[in-house]
């Protein structure tokens, strides 16, 4: 053999080894982690059964990954066997759904579990699952079920039994302690027609039901991500955003509630996982554009926004000054003149802007918070108006946020606001 030849036999010999090392470890994404991972936590074992069951369907019309391939997608459910029928018990599964060129998208599962979704236990040893068999740098999470934002847990739909003597604001209330863990809940009735919304945590298949709290929902995340997009109510709050900042780099809600039927799941894999990089804008988009071409007033309801986490203190930095110097402004606020976010007396989410532009701040002042503002937000959008016809309100302005009012709130709220991370940055209540 003359050495021309060697020299290519070589290097056919080189190059096949370098190809066949690629694939080698690209289709065995368990040995050398995954590119991405993308996340559903549905907790549906409640009055939303039927639209997460629906929503986990919709996934096998949309785009699923190889199963060797370097992104994977996993879903994490919990459903009862049948909307309010919760006579035979079910466990908590951990599903890969994937792609397969003969069966087509594969939901297969992986694993059960016992214990509720919304018990922070729970929680955490599935997702710590997720990170030892799905080892990754980059993860991302949409969570799926009923929600209230940084409330206290049972305290949305029934403060009396908080506050005995609560009449539907800060005077008369006789503040008692807040429960430790997991509280019992009663979900409320509708009204005739009245749609159906994601505004509560609720998981324990009775009429009495469990919430988790904010910090606890935190706390059980054991990989940090990239995104967290919540598909439930009432969850685009400052207080929100700023407890899971360090927790994520993005986070997209609604600081209104949410209509059951929620995001658009045939495209969602698509959107996080489909292309080099996840489009978290066109999830949030997508469920925008949903609602806003509906011809039913009612259902042409939505609010929606994504935050760049890592913006966040710039906003706290600019609210803390603004804060301090017009606190007895924001505490003399008539709350019915401030932008609201809630339905009937749920009076604990207003627009976090208009507070202080009805506070009375400078041109200049406004001009500061408007910027830092748009630093953190990547995409907001809104309807002119949310569900007018079951207590609802019209949207005159919407700067993507919303954040308590102290002076339409109580002195029980007021002591819990004072443990989360935005006060403790801004110093709202003192």
């Known amino acids: ?251 997209g809600f609604s600081p209104a509630e949410i209509l059951a039927d929620g995001f658009n799941y045939k495209e969602l894999a698509g959107h996080l996982l489909g292309s080099d990089k996840a489009d978290t804008r066109a999830v949030v988009d997508d469920y925008y554009q949903y609602y806003a071409a509906k011809k039913d007033k009612n259902d042409r309801s939505a609010t929606i926004s994504l935050v760049d986490c890592k913006q966040l203190d710039g906003l706290a930095s600019v609210c803390n000054t603004l804060f301090s110097k017009y606190a007895s402004e924001i505490d003399g606020l008539n709350p019915s003149s401030v932008q609201r976010f809630y339905r009937y007396d749920k009076h604990w989410f207003y627009d976090l802007e208009d507070i202080l532009v009805k506070a009375g701040i400078s041109s200049a002042e406004h001009s500061s918070l408007s910027s830092a503002l748009n630093s953190c937000i990547l995409y907001k959008a809104a309807t002119e108006e949310f569900l007018k016809s079951y207590g609802g309100f019209a949207i005159d302005t919407f700067c993507g946020m919303t954040m308590y009012l102290p002076c339409n709130g109580s002195t029980l709220l007021d002591n819990k606001y004072k443990a989360l991370a935005w006060n403790k940055a801004t110093g709202l209540v003192d």
């Open 1 to 251: 053999m003359n050495k021309t030849a060697a020299r290519i036999l070589l290097a056919l010999a080189t190059a096949f080894s370098l190809v066949s090392g690629c694939q080698c470890d690209r289709h065995n994404p368990e040995k050398t982690g995954y590119n991405r991972v993308l996340i559903l936590y549905s907790a549906g074992y409640n009055s939303l059964r039927d639209y997460l069951y629906e929503d986990i369907q919709d996934l096998k019309k949309g785009y699923a990954p190889g199963i060797r391939d370097s992104r994977a997608f996993l879903v994490v459910s919990h459903l009862s066997v049948r909307r309010g029928d919760y006579s035979t018990e079910t466990s908590p599964q951990l599903i890969r759904v994937y792609s397969d060129k003969k069966k087509g998208v594969v939901l297969d599962t992986l694993k059960s579990y016992t214990g509720d979704l919304s018990d922070k236990s729970t929680m955490n040893i599935i997702l710590s699952d997720i990170k030892k068999q799905f080892p990754s740098e980059h993860y991302g999470m949409v969570f799926s079920s009923h929600a209230t934002g940084w409330m206290p847990v049972g305290y949305y739909n029934n403060p009396g039994s908080y506050e005995p003597s609560y009449s539907g604001g800060r005077k008369g209330s006789a503040p008692v302690s807040l429960p430790d863990g997991a509280y019992p809940y009663i979900e409320p009735e509708l009204l005739p027609g009245e749609p159906l919304t994601k505004s509560l945590t609720l998981t324990n298949g009775t009429k009495t039901a469990t919430e988790m709290e904010m910090t606890d929902f935190k706390n059980a995340i054991p990989m940090h991500l990239d995104y967290l997009l919540m598909d439930a109510c009432l969850s685009g709050g400052i207080e929100v955003a700023y407890e899971f900042k360090d927790v994520c780099d993005q986070i």
